[in-house]
């Protein structure tokens, strides 16, 4: 099955696109036929042979597309998905010194409108000081560091160049995202068998982030 896990990128432009980075190896001529078409229908975009109108296509007509042929190494997600586990499970008073840079980027706590939804959060992932914060933030460890400081530069190059060719798309030169911030969430679902079916979190999105689920 083709399984969104790894990461999720929400770019917002004049173009809206939720990007679902996933494990496959879609070297397979088979499995990718198959995947191009999606149990869902959702389109899927090869960063390697990247048609820009069909990803100007997904964004208005979908809003959505799955990317595939990304080159994040399998082994730099299953770090990633290990360290932000670890991360959530802190202690709350630890969680809460992941403070706002502008509203709601920070550590969002489970509340009375979305009980199941807790997220940590880093403003700039393409800012060495800005990770640093985050981890010095969270206590976070050197390991820990060092998976979250590749992770952050290789899905920022990721989002970047799916931005720059979503703007050529559109006709447009130029890099345009490179003073962007790229904000970073880590989300987790707090749900049980009994809260299966339930909303995660009720919101829109106005601006671009990564958001890696963790559970």
């Given at each position: 099955q083709h399984l969104p896990l790894a990461c999720k990128l929400f770019l917002s432009s004049s173009c809206?696109?939720?990007?679902?980075?996933?494990?496959?190896?879609?070297?397979?001529?088979?499995?990718?036929?198959?995947?191009?078409?999606?149990?869902?229908?959702?389109?899927?975009?090869?960063?390697?042979?990247?048609?820009?109108?069909?990803?100007?296509?997904?964004?208005?007509?979908?809003?959505?597309?799955?990317?595939?042929?990304?080159?994040?190494?399998?082994?730099?997600?299953?770090?990633?998905?290990?360290?932000?586990?670890?991360?959530?499970?802190?202690?709350?008073?630890?969680?809460?010194?992941?403070?706002?840079?502008?509203?709601?980027?920070?550590?969002?706590?489970?509340?009375?409108?979305n009980p199941l939804y807790e997220a940590l959060g880093l403003y700039d992932m393409g800012s060495s000081q800005a990770v640093e914060t985050f981890c010095s933030q969270l206590d976070a460890s050197p390991y820990q560091r060092e998976v979250i400081e590749m992770y952050a530069k290789a899905i920022h190059g990721v989002a970047k160049d799916v931005a720059r060719k979503l703007a050529e798309s559109l006709g447009l030169s130029g890099d345009y995202f490179e003073s962007w911030a790229c904000q970073f969430r880590i989300n987790k679902y707090n749900f049980t068998p009994e809260t299966i079916g339930y909303s995660g979190v009720i919101h829109t999105y106005r601006f671009w982030f990564p958001d890696y689920p963790s559970r």
């Open positions: 809206c696109a939720k990007i679902y980075i996933s494990r496959l190896d879609y070297r397979n001529e088979t499995r990718l036929s198959q995947a191009k078409m999606g149990e869902s229908g959702v389109p899927t975009i090869d960063l390697q042979e990247f048609p820009g109108q069909k990803l100007r296509r997904a964004c208005e007509e979908w809003g959505c597309f799955r990317l595939v042929n990304h080159n994040i190494s399998l082994t730099l997600m299953a770090d990633m998905k290990r360290v932000v586990r670890s991360l959530l499970d802190l202690p709350f008073d630890v969680k809460k010194r992941n403070l706002d840079v502008i509203a709601g980027s920070g550590y969002m706590r489970p509340s009375q409108a």
